[in-house]
């Protein structure tokens, strides 16, 4: 009980943040058509621009500036970059952010250099917030899921109750007709950009800390949020929302557990030695194989149901 | 002219001895047989047969991106498991267990490229566009992950060795000179690139090219796209791991690395770079992508931020690689108008290389000051600077703005004369 109450949380809190990445991505892609594949590097870059900012102003201020100067760096790319790939198709436009993403990682590198650097939490948000039964449970874990939840709430609002989400809402389905209704789709285009690439880094800010900040942070989470993206179904928001905490929980749960095939053999009375054949295919325990499953849920996900959890496309 | 024969009409020609075709290979052979007779060192030779290796890579992925219209970020997969069949294999000829000349290990490595192709291949190319990108890079990663849980295959993090020198040498080919090795990664690749070549013109080839630009069409008229996708990227992938298993006889160790995720950017930015859209595309590519990544990494550390904006301003500035430059200009060459632009070219070059080198000077000097073992000091160009001082800041500074001053206007200038000229050619076209 303990151990899935805490493993529960845990899940959770990091499928959240995972949620605060791929809800960028999946608004850029509904939006744009562009997967964005230097999502994670504005992820990152998030957390650098934290980190330094936090020296001068302090955890809270950079809380809030750290996104916007993403963001920023963001309507820069989209208005100087993309918008001149744009008419050379959307392969181009994957091809660029992936070029894109190669370069932001080389000027972190350049700028902060190849060591993590010490990005912490002021000291209220440090030490733990309670304790289930012994297991501590840290308050910054707590912070990650308000702030994730809050800005669930946010870009509901944003999107429903005001009038840019509904001219944004319409643009996803019907560009011609919105821009014919005298609204600036290319600026619109760029304030999606911004607005998703801004996410990214409030993300950035907040895992930076509950992680490591150094330049290898936007390889080890990139790929995983696209798995996230495509088993939630491209496009859809609330679709990334179950498969973030989906993935969240599957690779906290797994990391603690040390079953493997072989005691599911031990158990049904099979003798599996090592000269078995795969022996060390069936050794393997689920805690060994944790890194994997994302992507072997993303392979299942693509044979069995291939628009993904919540999606509308097919291809 | 009313009955000049169209420009179709000639590729549909009756030919069975084309001479242009045998000549340009014929010199292709014969450059490859003569380059380490002028390039001697040891150094060249390793290059040369990173350049050949790489070649037969980049030429595999663009059997995917260029004439099929698939792009994926995992082709790592085929060559470093082909890689890993192949050095296993290896290992097992050294001991005397497989009675198989080193010199076919290439064909083993293909096959098991092909084998994962075809198990791969089944799930990926069930889509195609962004979601065909996203599924490779998914699989990638998931092969790379499985690197280290299986050490028993992969060899953990220290990867699996071998020796290309077996007890019982074939024909006399010890393969213990590099310039053996060279040779027989020449042989190779120029096979593979002309069984690559062939494939283009294969029907199979040709209606990769139809699912490539319009899908719905080649559907509608009775072909399953999904099986075209999922044949070519088998064929793809068993020239991939014929590359791989030759990197494992050139270097003689196979690491997880050889699976990773930056090892299948590689093959992707030498097509690019190099031209998808033409045959001889990648192989341009792989020449300057081994540049890169073997040359200038032994001058600067930044070299990977060089190759990064290289890439990025081609995608932005010349999508279709290289080889569409050459064949452009070539086209104005061929309407006697190039003379016209040699001005522009000449200040577009000019203002490109000051802006450059000011670009160059900033970057090498921002390693040296976050560089804790240097004290600031360093050299540009051969020219030595200490970077906590202000005066090197300034001259920098200074060559980058004026330079991408000069630069932006000297390119107007550029497009200006291009455009007119594009009109011009278009005008005697339909004249």
Redesign the interface.
Known sequence: MEFFLSSLLNGVSYGLLLFMLSSGLTLIFSMM?V?NFAHASFYMLGAFFAYTMGLKIGFWPALFLAPIAVGLVGAAVERF?LR??HK?G???E???T???A??IE??VK????LAAVPYRAPTILEGPLFTIFTTPFPRFRAFMMLVAVLMLVAIYLVLTRTRIGLVIQAALTHPDMVEALGHNVPRVFMLVFAGGTALAGLAGVIGGVAFVTDPTMA?SVG?IV??V??VGG?GSLAGAFIASLLIGCIQTFAVALDYSFLSLFKAIGLNVTPDTFFY??WK?TLS??A??LP??L??LM??FR?KGLLGTRE? | MPFAPTRSGDLLRFAPMNVGRWFIWGTTALVMLALPLVFRQGFALTLMSSMGTMIIFALSYNMLLGQSGMLSFGHAVYSGLGAYVAVHTLNLIGKGQIPLPVPLLPLVGGLAGAFFGVLFGYVTTKKSGTTFAMITLGIGEMVFASALMFPAFFGGEGGVSTNRVVPKPFLGITLGPSIQVYYLIALWCFLSMVLMYAWTATPLGRIANAVRDNPERVAFIGYDTQRVRYLTLILSAFFAGIAGALQCINFEIVTAENVSAARSGGPLIAAFVGGVGFFFGPIIGAVIFIFFVVALSDFTKAWQLYLGLFFVLMVMFAPGGIASLIALNLRVLEHGMLARLRWHYLWVLLAGAVTFAGFIAVVEMTYQLNDIAADGKGKVFGIAFDAQTFTPWLVAGTLLVAGGLALRSAWRGFRREWGEIEQTILDRGSA
């Open positions: 058509g997967l970059g001149t790939v050379y959307h392969v181009a994957l091809l660029f992936f070029g894109l190669f370069l080389e000027f350049l700028v902060w250099g390889v790929s696209f798995v993206a495509v491209m060390s295919f393997l060994q194989a890194p994997v992507y072997v993303l392979v693509l044979i291939p291809d």
